[in-house]
């Protein structure tokens, strides 16, 4: 017997899917176990079906604006030895999820690879039991913060704007996003809050600790009227589903703020377009993002300090220009631009011409 989820393209990961009754997860996981039974009552080897992940199988959907998953598929056959593994994987993270909805639960992704080694399950390292996660997803049509599986927080929001909690124990409330001079991390509790009072205008994300400590420092939250988000690297889920919810309930505008290399390039545009790793997850994307820099322009304009990219750059570089994502002109161009540059900068890069000049200076010529 073969096991497959029909994905309508994506997972909904909204706050509403996130937060819904528990028993969608439950029945979720209880059709798997009941397909996977039935497969060995018949004497069957059981088989799981699930969609390919690679960015060959990205179609763009006009609809949602994203990249969605398309109709390539990858199996999970018992009766092959080489798929055992991952098989037996997959099937111990669905008794894990069950484990913890029924216990009303949560778990980090760190806490369920070292829980495998309890049971046996072997996993290389914590990406591939990360993977293995994703796969679940995939199969079941729900969504990891479903399960109680999150990420480690490693994001930071600040802002004029009020948000009203509605975990268990927490409802009702409020939090005020200026409440710490470090920023307030985003992890579940914010991320299914709802804002209920904002003086902002806009949403600036950047990628390093340091301009969003800056930001903060220079008052810059208020002078922009903007909510300020670090992203810490490529950005978690929650951050980028924290980034939609506020674009969508308080219609703010957003602007992406990063290093000036081709990693910092396709930050920006996994915000806009999304990840291959989650092309099956709906409400993670904000197509209206826009990417402001460091542009291989701006090292130039700006005179920045830079170095030269590195082989391991320029072969990104070369991923990027094949990659469905970077079809539009305008990121080809982006692309081509750092070829012929030949060199990157960090943001920190503008401190060479004083201390607040990325906050006098540079943003105001951008954000507009």
Known sequence: MRFHQQLNSFTDCSRWAIMSDKSKSLSALKDLGTAIVQSIDNEEFPILELPGRGTGNLVYDEESKQFVLGNARVIRDSSNLRHIKSFTQLVWVASYAKQLLQASRTSSLRDLYYSSEAFGVEFTDQAESDRTVTDLECLTGIAREAFGVF????????????????????????????????????????????????????????????????????????????????????????????????HDDLDLPVYVFTDGDPWGMHIARVISTGSANAAHIQGLTTPDAEWIGVTADDISKYSLPSEPLNNADLKRLDELSRDVRYSDSIWQDHIRDFRQLQRKAEQQAFSRHGMDYVVDKYLPEKIH
Not at 155 to 182: H, K, N
Not at 197 to 220: D, M, N, P, Q, Y
Not at 228 to 246: D, E, F, K, V
């Open 151 to 246: 990420p480690e927080e490693r994001s930071s929001i600040y802002g004029q704007v009020t948000m009203r909690y509605t975990v268990a124990g927490y409802e009702g409330r409020d939090v005020d996003l200026t409440l710490s001079p470090d920023g307030l991390p985003i992890g579940p509790a914010l991320v299914t809050a709802d804002p209920v009072e904002s003086k902002a205008e806009l949403i600036l994300a950047v990628e390093s600790g340091g301009i969003f400590s800056r930001l903060i420092e220079t008052r810059a939250w208020e002078r922009f009227n903007a909510v300020l988000i670090h992203l810490g690297g490529q950005p978690p889920r929650a951050t980028r589903r924290l980034i939609r919810r506020l």
